[in-house]
């Protein structure tokens, strides 16, 4: 599976847009991108998933680029609860094919 | 949604114990689920990928014969840590995908066990 980057922290104000980058410059065809998020103590949660297209749903946006090389996470308007660790991930659709965590990138909302 | 249940929550136990961890997918059947372990300030590590009816398939260094995996039917897959020491002390998760294709995973919210 393709690896990904992320900035390992992120600040973000309570109320405005919490936008989240991921590159993923070797991601191949049949790959999705994923995007959980981790609150301490807890398992991961599901946010958001795409292949190519943009994707909205009631806890996010996924922007994804043409060339499929990057993404970016928005949360369009943060709050505290928003305090977590994100993780951005590009998997193969093959049955019985796990995720891999990376590091993930640590957002805190602040008041 | 998809709901994956994991119990117990947490767990402590004396040194040489065998714990066992369940892992339930609620709504939807899970031919396949998978184990990670997370260390304090890490991120998730899959320790196995567990097959329904069949033998688990185990990542580089987790030994099997410590972390024994029976998934037995379409909705539960059950983790036993034998003879359990301090340094298996550790967050372990349970994850299962509904369904195929690109479907998500969906994570139980994690068994933390404290071995004393």
């Known amino acids: 599976d393709a690896k990904t980057t992320q900035p390992p922290s992120m600040d973000c104000a309570e109320g405005r847009a919490a936008n989240l980058p991921c590159n993923h410059s070797?991601?191949?065809?049949?790959?999705?991108v994923y995007w959980y998020r981790q609150i301490h103590s807890q398992g991961p949660q599901y946010i958001i998933h795409g292949l190519k297209n943009n994707e909205t749903n009631e806890m996010a946006s996924l922007i994804i680029t043409e060339d499929r090389k990057s993404s970016t996470l928005i949360l369009p308007h943060a709050t505290l609860r928003d305090t977590a660790v994100y993780y951005c991930i590009v998997r193969g659709n093959q049955a019985g094919t796990a995720l891999i965590f990376g590091k993930g990138t640590t957002l805190s909302v602040s008041s | 949604g998809a709901v994956v249940s994991q119990h117990p929550s947490w767990v402590i136990c004396k040194s040489g114990t065998s714990v066992k961890i369940e892992c339930r997918s609620l709504?939807?059947?899970?031919?396949?689920m998978f184990w990670y372990r997370q260390f304090p300030k890490q991120s998730l590590m899959l320790m196995a990928t567990s097959n329904e009816g069949s033998k688990a398939t185990y990542e580089q260094g987790v030994e099997k014969d410590k972390f024994l995996i029976n998934h037995a039917s379409l909705t539960l897959s059950t983790l036993t840590v034998t003879s359990a020491h301090p340094e298996d002390s550790s967050f372990y998760i349970c994850?299962?995908?509904?369904?195929?294709?690109?479907?998500?995973?969906?994570f139980g919210d994690g068994t933390r066990l404290s071995i004393l």
């Open positions: 709504d939807f059947q899970a031919t396949t």
């Open positions: 070797t991601i191949s065809g049949n790959e999705y």
């Open positions: 994850s299962a995908r509904d369904g195929q294709g690109g479907q998500p995973q969906h």
